[in-house]
DNA sequence: CTGTTAGCGCATTCAG
DNA sequence: CTGAATGCGCTAACAG
């Protein structure tokens, strides 16, 4: 535990100097001449001193500390391919700016009120809010705390007043269903996401652009949530109409392998009697077979993009409350549609 | 930024007490009047006090965290599920003791660093492992700096003197191929994952334990990384003795998968013509086709055997540098072989 | 049970 | 350019 617990001090009295200059020198500070800077690095190399962290932090007025709070349903799986390339790209940023990104996992009320507490404590200078789920207790946490925070998801913007990056869904949505219209698919099943979603929603819109007069609300599943069985789920239900309809748009990648799946358990061959796209472009689109067409996201461009808004905000550029940029989207063809 | 630092000044003012009867209120200590117990808690409730982290961790000698350090390379995806899982057992156990933990990733040179200084500035009280990648220099910092630490993996225990927690990787995969053996697959081809890493080498020892007399190291291709690609590559390199053999044996599932998916574009059935194993039973292994006979391995169960230990360690309960932990796995017999 | 005091390790005035 | 002093917000003795 305590080892050789060497502080400024110690450094200072090494090198013969007060331990003022010492912080000047470690704040890359001017007004440090060069025979106390040596002597002081020498201090500090054979000391191996490093400033502690909770007195810096106490001392100035910033951690750079930047919290990536990623929150999901307990029983999910935590780490989805997209959130871990956005963490990627925003780690990349935030550390070439200086602040270190730390993942916290809010999955369970205890672990919400947990870090609700932190948030209030000054634990971090921004965050970085991931949000998967439909709880969102933490999201109001940053609401009447007013601390740095950009959203991943565009919500509905009256309640949630503060800045968001999103991929374009209903764009996007809307694109591939034209696609599949080209195609002279024209009887589309919809398999929809989970309803507390906002991307769940902007992805049915999207789909309800491009279909139009054609739009029919008696084809539309409704998942409970984002993973595989939905879209299985959604195939049994409407086994009914698997000879009348030529087509399934999907909420996502998950939803659309698990249609697919038990397509093919029925007897059905994707995409001759029934085309099938996703949403996503993750890695599982190529693992199914047949190899799934679907929408692209850049992930860790949302992660990069998210982090530079947190870095100008938290360099004091103005950014309004309701501000959000959408990232585009694009449609990748293989051989599901 | 600074809305309204209030301190524990303030609240002390409020409720009418001196800031340390606020102080040992706020840390559950005894010695409290409920009078006062009552004031300082309506004086919190008011001014929407959260006491500052920093200071509380500068003047006790701990931050309740616990660093949860994955270190792989850049190019990989940073979180596997089995990781995912690891994390989200981790982050329970941990959870449930009172400490905070907050996930860094170490995948550039630049973000080791990063996290190297924060380690020697004290940034939390406790870290945990995760490696994935060749490079020690993260874990070296660990040992001339005796902080609390558990890793995941088995290294060369000499090297690498503190505590770990690991599968029984050897044990797993001399059981899978056994289960070969007893099928009448006995000419098996072995894909190696990469050389760098213990469970790699560890579960090519229990091939070899079982394959015994049997064992042909021609009929080893050892993959540069633990990826798709790696199985694929493997079965394009072996065509000549894809006639002769009638089993592989995978040093982990996206290898089982890229080895799979190359038999099948190649003509070969599986496991007809040749049956096929992976490691690790990630969410991949029901999505191919054939689905996947693996070994399964509890990941949540490694994160929470982790935290445990580390907890230990914390406690101040004594534990041996070299201890070790080996958690059991267990065959999924499916389809592929 | 409670007020007072002295640090925790460092940044930042302010003289010099 | 540098040493000394003050405070960041909180905990932990210490008297009372």
């Known amino acids: 535990m305590d080892t050789t617990k060497v502080t400024i001090r110690d450094v200072a009295h090494l090198a013969g100097v007060s331990y ?11 007004h440090v001449s060069n025979r106390a800077a040596k002597q002081i690095a020498e201090a500090i190399e054979i000391l ?16 750079h500390l930047v919290a990536f709070i990623i929150q999901v349903e307990s029983k999910s799986t935590i780490v989805q391919p997209s959130v871990s390339n956005a963490m990627a790209g925003a780690n990349q940023v935030l550390g070439d700016n200086g602040y270190q990104m730390v993942i916290l996992i809010a999955n369970s009320e205890d672990s919400t009120k947990r870090i609700t507490k932190l948030v209030h404590s000054d634990f971090a200078d921004g965050y970085l809010l991931f949000s998967m789920s439909n709880n969102d207790s933490l999201a109001n946490t940053f609401l009447d705390s007013k601390r740095p925070a950009v959203r991943s998801e565009l919500g509905d913007s009256d309640k949630l007043p503060y800045p968001a990056v999103d991929f374009a869904n209903r764009a996007g949505q809307r694109a591939i269903t034209e696609y599949m219209l080209k195609k002279g698919r024209e009887r589309l099943l919809y398999i929809c996401g989970p309803g507390y979603s906002p991307s769940s929603i902007n992805r049915l819109k999207g789909f309800q652009d491009a279909m139009g007069e054609r739009f029919n609300p008696e084809l539309v599943y409704y998942a409970d949530d984002w993973e595989i069985p939905g879209g299985e789920l959604a195939v049994v239900e409407f086994q009914n109409h698997l000879n009348t309809i030529d087509g399934i748009v999907c909420a996502n990648d998950n939803i659309a392998v698990g249609a697919i799946n038990q397509l093919n358990r029925m007897g059905f061959r994707v995409p001759d009697d029934i085309a099938v796209t996703g949403f996503d472009d ?9 190899k799934l067409t679907t929408v692209h996201q850049d992930s860790e ?16 550029n103005p950014v309004e409350d309701h501000h959000f940029t959408l990232l ?6 293989r051989q599901s549609a």
């Open 328 to 333: 585009p989207t694009s449609i990748v063809e």
């Open 20 to 30: 003022g200059t010492v912080s000047r020198y470690l704040n890359g500070n001017v």
């Open 282 to 290: 993750s890695p599982m689109a190529l693992l199914i077979n047949p």
């Open 48 to 63: 191996h001193y490093t400033p502690n962290n909770a007195a810096r932090s106490l001392a100035k007025h910033h951690t």
């Open 301 to 316: 461009l949302h992660g990069e993009t998210m982090a530079n808004l947190l870095l100008d905000i938290l360099n004091g």
